[in-house]
């Protein structure tokens, strides 16, 4: 079973930036498309990045696009999401996983974002 853990979560002033990594058990990012979601609470968990296999393709929501930038490395073992020009509705709970939520939810990492 693949086991994601998110790290890189903090507390940020309105304009600043951060760095989200999240790492797997296996390597396995090197054959799954993966993404990068978040959650507040009392609404769903909602898609903001995705970036394929070979790392060549990404996606990301209109809410974030020009803002995030999501990478990974070459071994497969970590996607990693720079989040720059950051705003108080981005404070929220980051989480990674297959751009299918293929894999059970790790604890994920929050960012607070302050005005």
């Known amino acids: 079973q693949v086991r994601l853990v998110e790290s890189g979560g903090g507390l940020v002033q309105a304009g600043g930036s951060l760095r989200l990594s999240c790492a797997a058990s296996v390597r396995t990012f090197s054959t799954h498309a993966m993404g990068w979601f978040r959650q507040t609470p009392g609404k769903e968990r909602e898609f903001i990045a995705a970036?394929?296999?070979?790392?060549?393709?990404?996606y990301y929501s209109d809410s974030v696009k020009g803002r995030f930038t999501i990478s990974r490395n070459r071994t497969g073992t970590t996607v990693n999401l720079e989040m720059n020009s950051l705003k108080p509705e981005d404070t929220a709970v980051y989480y990674c996983?297959?751009?299918?939520?293929?894999?059970?939810w790790g604890q994920g990492t929050q960012v607070t974002v302050s005005s």
């Open positions: 970036i394929d296999w070979s790392g060549s393709g990404k």
């Open positions: 996983n297959t751009d299918t939520r293929e894999f059970s």
